[in-house]
């Protein structure tokens, strides 16, 4: 469970400096954003929906939850449950949703992963447009999700949406809501009455309801493992995706209602120490200090992006291995940048991890940084220097116009294995523009 879906204290640890209570959401169904663009109203919405839940026992919540999922969300959406180790009935309850419901996927964890990496596997797994990240302890009301999607598309710039409720930190918030459960449908919809078409900008949203688009994913990938169980791992992905160019706004017009830390008491975790000591590490993660009346976004939002700092793996571990699977997986995908990203992590982990040296040699060459290669590929000792690990150093060696090196690896290579595909084209070529007998421009060397 995210660390914002807990109830308000006045410990100050969940609290942000709302810098945008100015902005007029509730008086207008136009808003202007920080540069003075106005954003526009109502916007239809197509697109698939993947709805992440996460559950570790309670399973009387999660099929409240589910019950009013199915009863009010005409929407197109899949449903991904992820079972963190849970030891009553709720493996057999999912079970047979996915059995009945060809939109609902489950995933199941042998052991308490966390917030965090739970929802990195719904990412991984996720198919749609956009994915909403919902706590198993929430029961959704009529027309949550159109409303939270047309919140969404009045500019590309809105990245992140969360709606309000009765038990929630910060703006969302709303007090003394006066209500039952079995009266909450009509009070959402005099709420929404009330606040048709409102919406506010801030600088963070509770992650017990989040509305993500894809391409916020796309530049800034999941949630930071190294929170563990739960607490702050919304606030960072919050603060990424702002430094990343998004817009974080609340859908002030939809009500959800929230029992509230559920998981964290079906679990006996201790919420105040987890809260103190995820505290500490975002303090440390982004240099800011939370006071009494908590922290200013504002002093990390003006930061520029940076991919190593800002991307995070979609893993569901922080190991270096974990890091490095992941790496390949975005290498084969083309995304190079994050690809990186994830192996300078792997290798902060294990600087002296030899996939790790291989695969960033391999991106530099795929950007043409030859040189660069060269400097991953020469920390390796002689004695790991493979046939193939030989042949790209020829060609790193060959485009920076070391010929006699380039012509001693090929040379080396079919002295290991004399059938090394291209090798043996690749030393004839060398070989003649070491000796003037090929322009070295214009060879081509088999990569």
Same mark, same amino acid.
């Given at each position: 469970?995210?660390?914002?879906?807990?109830?308000?204290?006045?410990?100050?640890?969940?609290?942000?400096?709302?810098?945008?209570?100015?902005?007029?959401?509730?008086?207008?169904?136009?808003?202007? !954003?920080?540069?003075?663009?106005?954003?526009?109203?109502?916007?239809?919405?197509?697109?698939?929906?993947?709805?992440?839940?996460?559950?570790?026992?309670?399973?009387?919540?999660?099929?409240?939850?589910? *019950?009013?999922?199915?009863?009010?969300?005409?929407?197109?959406?899949?449903?991904?449950?992820?079972?963190?180790?849970?030891?009553?009935?709720?493996?057999?309850?999912?079970?047979?949703?996915?059995?009945?419901?060809? &939109?609902?996927?489950?995933?199941?964890?042998?052991?308490?992963?966390?917030?965090?990496?739970?929802?990195?596997?719904?990412?991984?797994?996720?198919?749609?447009?956009?994915?909403?990240?919902?706590?198993?302890?929430?029961?959704?009301?009529?027309?949550?999700?159109?409303?939270?999607?047309?919140?969404?598309?009045?500019?590309?710039?809105?990245? !992140?949406?969360?709606?309000?409720?009765?038990?929630?930190?910060?703006?969302?918030? @709303?007090?003394?809501?006066?209500?039952?459960?079995?009266?909450?449908?009509?009070?959402?919809?005099?709420?929404?009455?009330?606040?048709?078409?409102?919406?506010?900008?801030?600088?963070?949203?509770?992650?017990?309801?989040?509305?993500?688009?894809?391409? @916020?994913?796309?530049?800034?990938?999941?949630?930071?493992?190294?929170?563990?169980?739960?607490?702050?791992?919304?606030?960072?992905?919050?603060?990424?995706?702002?430094?990343?160019?998004?817009?974080?706004?609340?859908?002030?017009?939809?009500?959800?209602?929230?029992?509230?830390?559920?998981?964290?008491?079906?679990?006996?975790?201790?919420?105040?120490?987890?809260?103190?000591?995820?505290?500490?590490?975002?303090?440390?993660?982004? &240099?800011?200090?939370?006071? &009494?009346?908590?922290?200013?976004?504002?002093?990390?939002?003006?930061?520029?992006?940076?991919?190593?700092?800002?991307?995070?793996?979609?893993?569901?571990?922080?190991?270096?291995?974990?890091?490095?699977? *992941?790496?390949?997986?975005?290498?084969?995908?083309?995304?190079?940048?994050?690809?990186?990203?994830?192996?300078?992590?792997?290798?902060?982990?294990?600087?002296?991890?030899?996939?790790?040296?291989?695969?960033?040699?391999?991106?530099?060459?795929?950007?043409?940084?030859?040189?660069?290669?060269?400097?991953?590929?020469?920390?390796?000792?002689?004695?790991?220097?493979?046939?193939?690990?030989? &042949?790209?150093?020829?060609?790193?060696?060959?485009?920076?116009?070391?010929?006699?090196?380039?012509?001693?690896?090929?040379?080396?290579?079919?002295?290991?294995?004399?059938?090394?595909?291209?090798?043996?084209?690749?030393?004839?070529?060398?070989?003649?523009?070491?000796?003037? !007998?090929?322009?070295?421009?214009?060879?081509?060397?088999?990569?």
């Amino acid at each position: 469970m995210s660390a914002g879906s807990g109830e308000p204290r006045g410990s100050g640890f969940r609290t942000v400096l709302e810098t945008y209570d100015d902005v007029p959401g509730r008086e207008a169904r136009h808003e202007q !954003l920080g540069d003075g663009t106005e954003i526009g109203s109502f916007r239809p919405s197509t697109g698939l929906v993947s709805i992440i839940i996460l559950c570790h026992n309670q399973l009387d919540y999660t099929a409240q939850c589910v *019950e009013s999922i199915f009863k009010h969300t005409p929407e197109e959406i899949e449903l991904i449950f992820v079972d963190n180790a849970s030891t009553d009935r709720t493996p057999e309850y999912l079970s047979s949703l996915s059995a009945t419901h060809n &939109n609902v996927h489950v995933i199941t964890n042998k052991k308490n992963l966390g917030f965090a990496a739970a929802v990195n596997q719904g990412i991984r797994r996720a198919a749609g447009d956009y994915v909403l990240l919902l706590n198993n302890d929430v029961l959704v009301t009529e027309g949550w999700l159109a409303r939270m999607l047309a919140c969404a598309n009045r500019d590309d710039r809105i990245g !992140l949406v969360g709606p309000v409720s009765n038990y929630v930190a910060g703006i969302q918030r @709303v007090v003394d809501p006066g209500y039952s459960v079995a009266n909450l449908d009509e009070y959402a919809a005099e709420h929404f009455r009330k606040y048709a078409g409102s919406v506010q900008r801030t600088a963070r949203v509770i992650g017990f309801c989040m509305l993500i688009k894809r391409a @916020v994913i796309d530049k800034i990938g999941g949630f930071d493992v190294t929170f563990g169980i739960g607490n702050f791992e919304d606030d960072d992905f919050c603060l990424r995706a702002g430094v990343a160019g998004f817009y974080v706004f609340i859908a002030q017009d939809v009500f959800i209602h929230h029992y509230g830390s559920a998981t964290f008491r079906g679990a006996n975790l201790d919420y105040t120490k987890l809260m103190q000591q995820n505290a500490w590490r975002f303090e440390k993660k982004w &240099n800011i200090k939370i006071g &009494n009346n908590g922290y200013n976004p504002l002093t990390v939002l003006v930061r520029p992006f940076d991919p190593v700092l800002h991307y995070f793996p979609l893993v569901s571990e922080w190991s270096a291995h974990a890091l490095l699977v *992941e790496a390949v997986r975005l290498f084969g995908l083309s995304k190079v940048v994050e690809s990186y990203a994830t192996l300078v992590r792997a290798l902060e982990l294990e600087p002296d991890n030899r996939d790790g040296w291989h695969n960033m040699a391999l991106i530099a060459m795929s950007q043409g940084d030859f040189a660069a290669a060269l400097e991953w590929w020469r920390r390796f000792p002689e004695t790991e220097m493979d046939a193939e690990r030989l &042949n790209l150093a020829g060609i790193c060696y060959f485009q920076t116009g070391n010929l006699s090196e380039a012509v001693t690896c090929f040379q080396r290579v079919l002295e290991m294995d004399p059938t090394y595909p291209d090798a043996r084209e690749n030393l004839d070529i060398a070989f003649k523009a070491a000796n003037g !007998l090929a322009p070295a421009g214009g060879a081509r060397i088999v990569h």
